[in-house]
C-alpha cells in the first residue's frame, strides 16, 4: 500500500450463523481525510468498523489500518487507532477525569502522564466543570464528547466513530462536529459511520453508501446530492378541487414541472432557488386563493440517496438483518 | 520482564476501576452480604434452638462455615451481572481496542471481586461472632480456615465470569445466580448435617462439593461436631474431594471463561 493510506480495505466479507453481514467491502481512506460510511441498519457499517479496530476477525479480505495489517499484527494497529462504538462507552460510576486517566495508564502514559493528558483533553473538549462529577450524570452531548476525548488519549492516527451523533439533539450534535473537525485539522484520518446525509455532507471528504453489505457507490458528497437532487417543496392542499390551481401557482417559480400527487392531495416541486422560490410560492398560493393544509421544505433524505443509487427503498426496517448485525 | 509488568499494571489499573465502583456503589457488596447474613440470623440464630445438629453442642458454631461459604456463591451473579453489564455497554469493545491483553480485563475483575469476597466474608463472619460463633483453635488454623474459603470465592467468581460472558442476559444471570446460591447451599451440610436429610439427597449432598469446602473449614476452625467423619468417602476425606473439586472446576472454568470472553466481542 501507498504511505499515503490509512485504512485500506479489501474484500471484506463476514458471514454470521444467520446471513451474510459483509459481501466484499472494498474501502481506501487517504490519511487525514474523513470517510463517511454511509446506509441503513444492517447494512455492515458496525461490522466493517469491528473489522478494522480488530474486534472482529473478516472471514474474507484483508484490511491494512495505519499501516498494518488487522489479522497479523492487531496489536500494532490498537497502538494507532481510537474507537468510539454505538453506545458511548464510558463507565458511568467514574467520573470523566478517571474514565481518562484509566485509559492513559492502558496506553502506557503513566500515571502522572495519565493525568496530565486527562487533564488537557477535559480542557479540550469543554468538560472541565464536570471533571470530576460522574459520567453517569452526564447529559447525552456530555458523555459523547467524553467518550470521544477517551479516544484520542492515545494520539490515535485512525479514529473510528461508530454513528457518533445517534439519539443526540442539534445542538449537541453540533458541537461534537466541531470536535470532528477539529481532530481531523490536526491529522487524524477518520473513518465515520452515520444514517445522517447532512452528517456526512458536513464532515466527510467521501462518502462511501453501504447497502447489504456492498459498497454501492462512492464519492464526495456532492457528487452523491447530484445523483439524489435538490430540495423540494411539498404542498398539500385543503380541499381537492384546488389542486390544479396549487399545481398552476407552483408552475410560476419556472423550474421544472410539478408533480401533482392526487390521492395526497398534494403537489411537489423542486426548489432551485432556495428560500426565494419558497416565498414566491407562498405568495402565489395565496393571491390564487389555495388553502395548504401543509406546506414545508423536503430536504433529500437518506431512502432518496437510495432510491437515487439503488432504486430500491432503503431495508431499514428489515428486522433480521438490524438485529443481528447492529446489535 | 517488562512486558509482565506491564500486564501487572493494566491488571491493576483495571481493578482499581471496579474497587471505585464498590467504593461509590457500596450496593454490591450489600448484595454479596446481605444474603449470608440474613440467613445467618434467620437459621442461625432465630431457629438455633430448634435444630439439633448430631454431636455438636453450639449451632452457631455448627452454622458459621455454611454460612461463610454462601459468601462465596452469593458472589456468583454480581461477577456475572458485571461482566455482561460491561460487555452490553461497550466497555469491553474499547478495552480490546487498546493494546493490552484480553486476559487483563477478567483478570482486574476477578482481583476485584476477590477483595468484595473478603470484605463480604470478615462482615459476615463478624456478625458471627456477635451472635455468638466462636472458632476453636490456633490463629495458624483460623487463618487456614479462611485461605480456604477465599480459595473457593475464587473459583466461583470465574464460574460467574462465565455466566457473565455466555448468558448476557442481566435477567437470566440474576434468576441463575440465585439458583446456584440457593441450590447448592441447601443441597449441603451448611445447616443441618446430611444424616438430618432426605435419604435420596443424601449422596448428592455429601459429594457437593461445598459441603467438602465446609467441611474443611469447619475442622479447621474447631467447629466440627465428633460424628461427622462418620459417612461415606466425601465425608472421611473433605480435603481431597474439596481440593480436587475446586480444581478440576478451576482448570476448566477459567479457560472456557476467556474463550467465552473473547467470542462475547465478536459477537
Request: glycine share 10%.
Amino acid at each position: 500500500m501507498s504511505t499515503g493510506t490509512a485504512i485500506l480495505a479489501e474484500g471484506l466479507r463476514k458471514r454470521y450463523a444467520t446471513h451474510t453481514a459483509l459481501h466484499g467491502i472494498d474501502l481506501e481512506v487517504p490519511t487525514g481525510t474523513v470517510l463517511g460510511v454511509l446506509g441503513p441498519n444492517g447494512a455492515g457499517k458496525t461490522t466493517t468498523v469491528r473489522i478494522l479496530a480488530t474486534l472482529l476477525a473478516p472471514d474474507g479480505g484483508r484490511a491494512v489500518v495505519a499501516g498494518h495489517d488487522v489479522a497479523r499484527e492487531p496489536r500494532e494497529v490498537r497502538r494507532r487507532i481510537g474507537l468510539s462504538g454505538q453506545y458511548a462507552a464510558v463507565d458511568q460510576m467514574l467520573t470523566g477525569r478517571e474514565n481518562l486517566v484509566l485509559l492513559g495508564r492502558l496506553l502506557r502514559l503513566g500515571r502522572r502522564g495519565a493525568e496530565a493528558r486527562a487533564q488537557e483533553l477535559l480542557d479540550r473538549f469543554g468538560l472541565l466543570d464536570a471533571a470530576d462529577r460522574p459520567a453517569g450524570t452526564y447529559s447525552g452531548g456530555m458523555r459523547r464528547r467524553l467518550d470521544l476525548a477517551a479516544c484520542v488519549v492515545g494520539d490515535p492516527e485512525v479514529l473510528f466513530l461508530d454513528e457518533p451523533t445517534t439519539g443526540l439533539d442539534p445542538t449537541s450534535r453540533n458541537v461534537l462536529w466541531n470536535v470532528v473537525r477539529e481532530l481531523v485539522g490536526g491529522g487524524v484520518t477518520v473513518l465515520l459511520t452515520t444514517q445522517y446525509l447532512e452528517e456526512a455532507d458536513e464532515l466527510a471528504d467521501r462518502v462511501a453508501v453501504v447497502d447489504a453489505g456492498r459498497v454501492v457507490a462512492e464519492g464526495s458528497p456532492d457528487e452523491l446530492k447530484r445523483k439524489v437532487g435538490t430540495d423540494r417543496l411539498e404542498v398539500t392542499v385543503a380541499r381537492p378541487d384546488q389542486l390544479a390551481q396549487a399545481a398552476a401557482a407552483l408552475a410560476v417559480l419556472g423550474g421544472r414541472v410539478p408533480t401533482v400527487d392526487e390521492d395526497a392531495v398534494r403537489v411537489t416541486v423542486p426548489l432551485e432557488h432556495g428560500l426565494d422560490d419558497v416565498a414566491l410560492a407562498a405568495s402565489e398560493l395565496r393571491r390564487r386563493g389555495v388553502t395548504a393544509a401543509d406546506f414545508q421544505v423536503r430536504r433529500p433524505s437518506l431512502d432518496d440517496v437510495f432510491f437515487a443509487l439503488t432504486g430500491t427503498a432503503a431495508k431499514a426496517d428489515s428486522p433480521t438483518q438490524e438485529g443481528a448485525d447492529e446489535r | 520482564m517488562t512486558v509482565t509488568l506491564a500486564y501487572l499494571a493494566d491488571i491493576g489499573a483495571l481493578a482499581g476501576r471496579h474497587l471505585r465502583h464498590l467504593r461509590r456503589s457500596p450496593g454490591r457488596l450489600f448484595l454479596v452480604t446481605m444474603t449470608p447474613a440474613v440467613m445467618l440470623i434467620a437459621v442461625g440464630y432465630l431457629f438455633r434452638d430448634s435444630i439439633t445438629v448430631p454431636g455438636s453442642s453450639s449451632y452457631e458454631d455448627y452454622i458459621m462455615a455454611g454460612i461463610a461459604a454462601q459468601v462465596a456463591l452469593a458472589g456468583v451473579g454480581p461477577t456475572a451481572l458485571g461482566v455482561a453489564v460491561d460487555l452490553r455497554d461497550g466497555l469491553v469493545d474499547r478495552y480490546r481496542s487498546l493494546p493490552i491483553s484480553a486476559s487483563s480485563v477478567l483478570v482486574g475483575r476477578a482481583l476485584s471481586d476477590m477483595v468484595t469476597a473478603a470484605v463480604a466474608l470478615a462482615a459476615v463472619c463478624g456478625l458471627g461472632l456477635l451472635l455468638g460463633w466462636r472458632p476453636h483453635g490456633g490463629p495458624l488454623r483460623i487463618g487456614a480456615g479462611f485461605a480456604v474459603l477465599l480459595a473457593f470465592a475464587f473459583v466461583m467468581l470465574w464460574v460467574g465470569i462465565l455466566l457473565g460472558t455466555t448468558m448476557r442476559n442481566v435477567e437470566a444471570i440474576d434468576g441463575t445466580g440465585a439458583l446456584i446460591l440457593v441450590v447448592l447451599s441447601f443441597l449441603s451440610n451448611a445447616y443441618v448435617a446430611v444424616s438430618g436429610l432426605p435419604n435420596w439427597l443424601r449422596p448428592a449432598a455429601d459429594w457437593n462439593p461445598v459441603s467438602s469446602v465446609i467441611s474443611v473449614c469447619r475442622t479447621l476452625w474447631g467447629n466440627q461436631p465428633p460424628q461427622a467423619a462418620h459417612g461415606g468417602f466425601p465425608a472421611t476425606h473433605p480435603g481431597v474431594v474439596a481440593a480436587c473439586a475446586l480444581g478440576v472446576v478451576l482448570v476448566t472454568v477459567v479457560p472456557a471463561a476467556l474463550r467465552g470472553f473473547r467470542r462475547a466481542v465478536e459477537r
